[in-house]
């Protein structure tokens, strides 16, 4: 019964330094999403996913890549760490059929850049 | 563009009483979707009701009921016997009926409910 899952939980990082931020969900769902949450703020899209092998930018998407080679995954990454990333980050998926178009999210990932 | 508005930062119920979570939207679409999200301490984001908005009746869930009025652009929320497991931040999320599933969410409304 995972769901969505995302690793790390939490992690520090120094400015100018790379990771990547996974995701992975185990309900064959075609749509996947990232979003980041600022303190006191809502979630703002950072890249979506259709489908494996397609992306697309969302609202905030500068500083980010993502890649989409399975339905599975859906992993984030960072090249060039700065502190205004500092942020809770966010996977969601989401079923294709028209009226099951809610989001299944993961627990988050705490990410300080210093 | 569709934006969504909460207006309330903070708000507070004392358990077993009803509480109402405002949340307004702006959107050209006709139709849609609406949702409210719970967001507790654990950050696991869960929903916790859905609002087809070609559906005029209004959704219920459990202690949950939305007041939907689509042409004032309105969408609360009310908790009815608020519980001490209720404390928790809740968003307002539109999504539109077609495309890419897209959620355009709130700022959000942090609640604690009082012993």
């Known amino acids: 019964n995972a769901g969505v899952t995302q690793t790390p939980k939490f992690r520090i990082l120094k400015i100018g330094q790379s990771m990547t931020l996974q995701c992975t969900q185990d309900m064959n769902h075609n749509y996947m999403y990232w979003y980041r949450q600022d303190p006191g703020m809502g979630l703002k899209l950072i890249y979506y996913?259709?489908?494996?092998?397609?992306?697309d930018k969302g609202e905030v998407p500068n500083g980010y890549n993502v890649s989409r080679s399975t339905t599975e995954d859906f992993p984030l990454r960072l090249e060039l760490a700065a502190p205004s990333q500092t942020s809770v980050y966010f996977c969601?998926?989401?079923?294709?059929?028209?009226?099951?178009?809610?989001?299944?999210f993961g627990a988050g990932t705490r990410l300080s850049v210093l | 563009a569709q934006t969504v508005t909460q207006s309330q930062p903070e708000m507070s119920v004392q358990e077993a009483e009803t509480v109402t979570l405002s949340c307004t939207y702006d959107?050209?679409?006709?139709?849609?979707?609406l949702f409210w999200y719970k967001q507790p301490p654990s950050r696991q984001m869960i929903l916790v009701i859905r609002?087809?908005?070609?559906?005029?009746q209004n959704a219920t869930e459990n202690r949950f009921s939305v007041n939907f009025q689509k042409a004032a652009k309105s969408f609360s929320l009310k908790i009815s016997d608020s519980q001490l497991g209720d404390t928790a931040m809740y968003f307002c999320a539109f999504m539109k009926f077609s495309g890419t599933y897209k959620y355009i969410f709130g700022t959000g409304t942090r609640l604690k409910v009082l012993a």
């Open positions: 996913s259709v489908g494996a092998g397609i992306t």
């Open positions: 959107t050209s679409e006709n139709n849609y979707y």
């Open positions: 609002q087809e908005a070609y559906k005029q």
């Open positions: 969601a998926s989401s079923p294709v059929e028209l009226g099951k178009n809610i989001q299944y």
